[in-house]
C-alpha cells in the first residue's frame, strides 16, 4: 500500500497512565513505541490525541461511592458508561504522552475527555456521539481523506475513533500491530470488548492491517 499526500496518522492516547506502571495500563502498550516512531517518520501529516480528564470525572469509579473500574458500569445521559480507575488526570505525569515517543513533526495534539459530565473515546465526538471535538472540520480543510490508526487502546479509544472516522466518510485504517487492546472479558450474552471491536469494525468497513504493508513499500 503506497502512501497519499491525503493520508494521515493519528496516534490515540499514548499516555503515561495507559503505558506499564500507569494508572490504567495497557499490556504491553510501550512494546509498540519503536514502531509507531517508524511509522510516523513516513507520513507527513500526524496527528496526536491525550486523555485530558479533570478531578472528578464522570469515567472514574472512584466518583461513584460502592462502585469498582472495570466492571462496574453508571448510566450516564448519554448511554451506558464503562467505569475505570482515576486516569490522565490534567496536569498530572500519568496525563503525560510517554517520552519515547519522538514524532517532532506531528501537527496537532487534540486533547479530549475534559468536560466533567461526559467521556469522549472518540477523536472525533465525545460519548453522546454528537459532541464534536472538531477534527473532523480541521483533516477537511487540510484535505486529508486516509486515516490511519495507532495506540491505545484498541477496543475503546483507537475502535471508537477509527468507527467514527468511517461514519463521517474518511477511509479509515487500524494498525493491528501497533496497537494493544484492555480487552474487557465477555459476560453471559455480551462478548469481549476485542471480539464486538472486530465485528464492529467488519460491520462499518474499518480495515485491519499491518504496519508492514506501510513501511516496507
Not at 488526570?89 to 514524532?103: F, K, N, V, Y
Not at 468507527?163 to 485504517?173: K, P, T, V
Request: charged fraction near 15%; aromatic fraction near 10%.
Amino acid at each position: 500500500m503506497h502512501l497519499r499526500p491525503t493520508d494521515a496518522l493519528l496516534v490515540i492516547d499514548m499516555q503515561l497512565d495507559f503505558l506499564p506502571g500507569g494508572a490504567l495500563a495497557v499490556s504491553t502498550g510501550d512494546v509498540i513505541l519503536p514502531g509507531i516512531n517508524a511509522l510516523a517518520a513516513r507520513f507527513p501529516h500526524v496527528l496526536l490525541t491525550q486523555d485530558w480528564h479533570p478531578p472528578g470525572h464522570i469515567s472514574f469509579a472512584s466518583s461513584h461511592p460502592g462502585k469498582q473500574p472495570f466492571t462496574d458500569t453508571i448510566e450516564a445521559s448519554y448511554g451506558t458508561q464503562t467505569l475505570w480507575p482515576d486516569h490522565c488526570i490534567q496536569d498530572t505525569p500519568g496525563a503525560e504522552l510517554h517520552p519515547d515517543l519522538r514524532i517532532p513533526h506531528a501537527e496537532l495534539i487534540l486533547r479530549k475527555g475534559f468536560r466533567k459530565d461526559i467521556d469522549s473515546y472518540s477523536a472525533f465526538t465525545e460519548n453522546d456521539q454528537r459532541t464534536s471535538t472538531g477534527l473532523a472540520d480541521y483533516l477537511r480543510e487540510q484535505g486529508l481523506t486516509r486515516l490511519f490508526f495507532t495506540g491505545l487502546a484498541y477496543d475503546f479509544c483507537v475502535a471508537f475513533s477509527a468507527l467514527a472516522a468511517a461514519r463521517l466518510g474518511f477511509e479509515s485504517f487500524v494498525l493491528e500491530d501497533l496497537t494493544r487492546p484492555v480487552n474487557l472479558p465477555a459476560s453471559g450474552t455480551t462478548p469481549s470488548t476485542v471480539d464486538s471491536t472486530n465485528t464492529a469494525f467488519a460491520a462499518a468497513g474499518v480495515q485491519r492491517i499491518a504496519s508492514s504493508t506501510l513501511l516496507f513499500q
